[in-house]
């Protein structure tokens, strides 16, 4: 069975500093990777996903992330986050029609 | 656009009572929903998985009996937690995939969550 890891489990940031949040998978098969994040009393939201294609994935607000096949990595980037990311940030790994997700990361911006 | 409620959003039941939690998806069709269960400071666990009109698909360690999934329209999925024991004080969470997703999309839209707590 596959099974994520994130390496982050609160992370403080100041705003405008850069962040990369880890995220490592088990599964040698195919995998569909996804980023989610759960800003404070909201639901569960999708950021980014890669299927297949370019390795390096453009999500919402800013966010990318680089999946990286050899290290079974799908690390999370901005370049220069804001106040408004703080969230919970949780990796998923798809396969064969079920998700697994990673314990999640608390990032917290300082304004 | 897709949309996922979830009711209640919080409940407080007696142990021994029987609890219904309804997952909703307001604005597609949703032929798969899912059941994820989340513990302090813990990842999202998948319950199980429901396909309308058929049985759901249980994981490993969940006991079917204790939680009843009933999925019986394609905008509605139930999970009864039945007789509950202060154990099962959890983050109960909701996904639905639509009719519309591609087969190979694993894409889901997450309900609110419903905070149980058993006393």
């Known amino acids: 069975a596959q099974s994520v890891s994130q390496h982050n489990h609160h992370v403080i940031l100041s705003e405008a500093a850069s962040l990369e949040l880890g995220c490592n998978y088990s599964?040698?098969?195919?995998?569909?990777l996804f980023w989610y994040v759960q800003y404070p009393g909201q639901h569960l939201q999708l950021l980014l996903k890669y299927f297949s294609g370019d390795p390096l994935v453009k999500g919402i607000k800013g966010f990318e992330a680089e999946f990286i096949k050899s290290k079974f990595s799908f690390n999370l980037r901005k370049p220069s986050v804001q106040w408004s990311d703080t969230a919970e940030y949780f990796c998923?790994?798809?396969?064969?029609?079920?998700?697994?997700f990673g314990i999640g990361t608390k990032l917290q911006v300082i304004p | 656009g897709a949309v996922v409620s979830q009711h209640p959003s919080r409940v407080i039941c007696k142990s021994g009572t029987s609890v219904k939690i309804e997952c909703r998806s307001l604005d597609f069709q949703a032929t798969t929903m899912f059941w994820y269960r989340q513990f302090p400071k813990q990842s999202l666990m998948l319950m199980a998985t429901s396909n309308e009109g058929s049985k759901a698909t249980y994981e490993q360690g969940v006991e079917k009996d204790k939680f009843l999934i009933n999925h019986a329209s394609l905008t509605l999925s139930t999970l009864t937690v039945t007789s509950a024991h202060p154990e099962d004080s959890s983050f109960y969470i909701c996904?639905?995939?639509?009719?519309?997703?591609?087969?190979?999309?694993?894409?889901?839209?997450f309900g609110p969550g419903t905070r149980l707590t058993v006393t």
């Open positions: 599964y040698g098969g195919t995998v569909n």
């Open positions: 996904s639905a995939r639509g009719v519309f997703f591609a087969a190979s999309s694993y894409e889901q839209y």
């Open positions: 998923a790994v798809g396969v064969y029609q079920k998700v697994t």
